[in-house]
């Protein structure tokens, strides 16, 4: 069984490299890649230590890259990469506009728009927030339902759990919660050049979970069409077996590769664990075989 789409402290999880690795070899998982966002950071200090330590399979290098789709963004995975190649694109890329500068904008404007309807906030100054780390929405969302009055200001259903926020709102182009970031990322066509120019294989990530996208499967094809992707992650912790089967179907039919992960992101995704997912996720270690080269 392996685990290709894990984050650690090094973007937005909660365990550290050492810990993932740990929590891997419990689980016996053969194959796992750290694929934190936007980053490689995480591989500086795998290259450091002495991972047989910890753990006894082996490690993937990866990244997951945001890419602007349209106007929105969507996530690419990068697998088998160059990993000094794509760490120096990275610090090219977001030199000017680094993500602790966009993401600290990008809860400014969350929170001056949430006062302006009357939304009760604590002073800005005393928000905690790592914005080497954090995601301006979580953040947002944290202090949101700190105060039980803000249930009459915003809809209820906010309140039940962050991926109703995350979805039904910050991606809505209708609600104050959405932001236009389509200045502040590659476009989706230059984030898959640059994994192909690191050596590496470029793989869309969880597809169906866009529900701002009508039809998935057209947007899949498209992706493969279009843009040329060279794999699909199938295996997912939020597809129904209904999702399953049709992206896998799409990869198969259209001799594009697969690959599947959790996106386990430690207590900041409560109910998804490394490996399983929610319980039943079982990515099969021989779906890499047509493209993972020792």
Known sequence: MIDLHIHTTY??????????LEKAEKLKLDYISITDHDTVKGYDEINKIDVSKYYSGKIIKGVELKGIYTDRTIDILGYDIDITKMNKWLDDFYKENSRDKIQTKYLKILY??????????????EIVFNPENDWANVVIYREITRF???????????????????????????????IDKSNDFPKVKEVIDVIHECGGIAFLAHPCIYKWIESKEKFILEMINDYNIDGLECYYSKFSEEEIRMVEKLAIDNGRFRSGGSDYHGLNSPGIELGIGRGNLEVKTDIIYDWHKE
């Open 11 to 20: 973007s937005d999880g909660t365990y550290s490299i050492k810990e993932i």
């Open 112 to 125: 001056d728009r949430c006062k302006n309807i009357g939304v009760k906030m604590i002073p800005f100054d």
């Open 148 to 178: 039980e009055e803000n249930k009459s200001v915003l809809p209820e259903e906010i309140f039940e759990k962050y991926e109703i926020f995350r979805q039904n709102y910050c991606y809505n182009k209708n609600t104050i919660f959405y």
